[in-house]
């Protein structure tokens, strides 16, 4: 499978815990989103990286929400001391160029 | 800012008939349209786009989406619908500048789900 993958697909964690997911977009992919999506909401833009390059991050990201892709191949997205209000399923996707983007089948987190 | 509206919460077609699911966009400069599909426990599939060109654009599965710029709207169609295309639909738009950087980020609507009735 050539698609973006990600890791875990669950995540079952205790308020205050920290996580962490990870992303493998396509492999020719320099770009690379994390999105997340609640229920009934559609996603919603987290951060955007260029090669390893961070180039945005939404405000929606407090200081508990860290992302990396070092080596700009696979990314990392970690939450520190996770809230109930974290719960949510987390996507990831990757594009080459500035059309469509290619989601992975998602992390969900649930904080209990 | 960049938004598109999906005004349906929910669409509910018998199978075989037409489907229409509708989108609006309001952005600044040339809109970047996308339709995604999602099935339960999914990821976004990607189903079509309108960068450039012609208003009518094709894409996966046998759906299409008609870009209207004179009243902003991005409706996904498709011809005669199947059982299996029930799903949640979302339009979306690229941001395109923002905060003096040039994001390629996607705005989503709220989702439209689809259901095909045999």
């Known amino acids: 499978d050539t698609g973006v993958s990600q890791n875990p697909r669950h995540k079952i964690t205790k308020r205050g815990q920290n996580v962490t997911f990870r992303c493998d977009p396509i492999?020719?992919?320099?770009?690379l989103y994390w999105y997340r999506q609640t229920l009934g909401q559609g996603p919603e833009f987290l951060t955007y990286?260029?090669?390893?390059?961070?180039?945005?991050k939404s405000r929606l990201l407090s200081d508990r929400f860290s992302a990396e892709r070092p080596k700009g191949s696979f990314s990392t997205l970690e939450i520190q001391r996770t809230e109930q209000g974290d719960s949510a399923m987390y996507l990831c996707?990757?594009?080459?160029?500035?059309?469509?983007?290619?989601f992975g089948p998602g992390t969900r987190l649930t904080v209990t | 800012a960049q938004s598109v509206a999906q005004p349906e919460d929910q669409v509910n077609v018998a199978e075989g008939n037409p489907l229409t699911v509708k989108c609006t966009y309001s952005?600044?400069?040339?809109?970047?349209l996308f339709w995604y599909v999602q099935y339960p426990n999914r990821g976004l599939q990607f189903l079509l786009k309108?960068?450039?060109?012609?208003?009518l654009v094709k894409g996966s599965y046998g759906f299409e989406a008609e870009f209207n710029k004179s009243q902003t709207s991005f409706h996904l169609k498709k011809p005669s619908a199947l059982v299996s295309d029930s799903a949640l639909y979302f339009c979306?738009?690229?941001?395109?500048?923002?905060?003096?950087?040039?994001?390629?980020?996607?705005?989503f609507g709220t989702g439209t789900r689809l259901q095909v009735f045999p």
């Open positions: 492999s020719e992919h320099n770009r």
């Open positions: 309108y960068i450039t060109g012609d208003n």
């Open positions: 979306a738009v690229r941001d395109g500048v923002s905060r003096g950087v040039n994001t390629d980020k996607l705005i």
């Open positions: 990286f260029q090669n390893e390059a961070q180039l945005e």
């Open positions: 996707a990757s594009s080459a160029h500035s059309y469509e983007q290619y």
């Open positions: 952005v600044s400069g040339n809109p970047y």
